[in-house]
């Protein structure tokens, strides 16, 4: 199973009574897309993750932004309660399977943890949580790019389709638009960090993958890299 990668958010005043206005401040710098519709449905979960979730509202038909959905979280304000709402970003990915680009939207999970949730598990994972997705969309696969810096160097295979992968990567230009792609979702993802720092008092932020030992290290030697 692929790595999945992940934006880590803790807030120095954080609380039952803040959570909800920061949750909205924290969508509103999530660069979602806007077709389709880009945030998609909002789901309340009591307690942790063992437990059913409570509600869930369908987002994409009333085309609902940050306040609506604020004003709908609100309505189950709990300290052991958790909000996450499922939308889609747009970010370069690569087929290493056709070897072909695709621009397109992909899934992204915002997350609000309260301070109960999960016996504080917040204080620890983080008061808000992306799951940026799949790992290699900002590293590209198997450390081929800054392989200096990566936990898990690419190592050749004799599986066809990774063979064909390294043979098209056998040419330059096909090297350099790699790298340039992948460098435009890093970008993209350091651009919204940016925007929550701004928006949030932030007491420190994470990124951080399942694959990387120092995944923001990893994004910044690919950007370093030329």
Same mark, same amino acid.
């Not at 120095?12 to 909800?20: G, K, L, P, V």
């Not at 499922?86 to 939207?105: H, M, Q, R, S, V």
């Not at 309260?114 to 949580?129: K, L, N, P, Q, Y």
């Given at each position: 199973?692929?790595?999945?990668? %992940?934006?880590?958010?803790?807030?120095?005043?954080?609380?039952?009574? =803040?959570?909800?206005?920061?949750?909205?401040?924290?969508?509103?710098? $999530?660069?979602?897309?806007?077709?389709?519709?880009?945030f998609q449905m909002l789901t309340v979960q009591p307690v942790d993750y063992t437990i059913p979730s409570e509600v869930e509202w369908d987002l994409r038909d009333a085309k %609902?932004? +940050?306040?609506?959905?604020?004003?709908?979280?609100?309505?189950?304000?709990?300290?052991?309660?958790?909000?996450?709402?499922?939308?889609?970003?747009?970010?370069?990915?690569?087929?290493?399977? =056709?070897?072909? #680009?695709? @621009?397109?939207?992909? +899934?992204?999970?915002?997350?609000?943890? !309260?301070? $109960?949730?999960?016996?504080?598990? /917040? $204080?620890?994972? /983080?008061?808000?949580?992306?799951?940026? !997705?799949?790992?290699?969309?900002?590293? &590209?696969?198997? /450390?081929?790019?800054?392989?200096?810096?990566?936990?898990? +160097?690419?190592?050749?295979?004799?599986?066809?389709?990774?063979?064909?992968?390294?043979? #098209?990567? !056998?040419?330059?230009?096909?090297?350099?638009? %790699?790298?340039?792609?992948?460098?435009? @979702?890093?970008?993209?993802?350091? &651009? #919204?960090?940016? $925007?929550?720092?701004?928006?949030?008092?932030?007491?420190?932020?994470?990124? #951080?993958?399942?694959?990387?030992? @120092?995944?923001?290290?990893?994004?910044?030697?690919?950007? /370093?890299?030329?």
């Amino acid at each position: 199973m692929a790595n999945r990668a %992940y934006l880590r958010v803790w807030t120095r005043d954080f609380s039952e009574q =803040t959570m909800i206005a920061e949750f909205a401040r924290f969508l509103t710098t $999530a660069p979602v897309s806007e077709r389709p519709n880009g945030f998609q449905m909002l789901t309340v979960q009591p307690v942790d993750y063992t437990i059913p979730s409570e509600v869930e509202w369908d987002l994409r038909d009333a085309k %609902y932004g +940050p306040a609506e959905i604020a004003a709908l979280a609100i309505q189950d304000l709990n300290a052991d309660t958790a909000f996450l709402v499922d939308a889609k970003w747009g970010l370069w990915n690569f087929d290493i399977e =056709t070897l072909k #680009w695709e @621009n397109e939207p992909q +899934p992204l999970t915002l997350i609000c943890q !309260g301070t $109960a949730f999960e016996d504080g598990a /917040g $204080a620890v994972e /983080g008061h808000f949580i992306a799951d940026l !997705g799949f790992e290699h969309l900002f590293t &590209g696969h198997a /450390g081929l790019l800054a392989p200096g810096a990566a936990s898990n +160097p690419f190592a050749s295979s004799d599986h066809p389709v990774e063979k064909r992968f390294r043979a #098209w990567m !056998g040419s330059g230009e096909n090297l350099k638009q %790699y790298h340039q792609r992948t460098r435009e @979702n890093i970008q993209k993802l350091f &651009g #919204w960090v940016e $925007a929550v720092e701004a928006a949030l008092p932030v007491e420190r932020s994470v990124l #951080w993958s399942e694959g990387e030992e @120092n995944f923001e290290a990893r994004l910044d030697a690919i950007l /370093g890299q030329r």
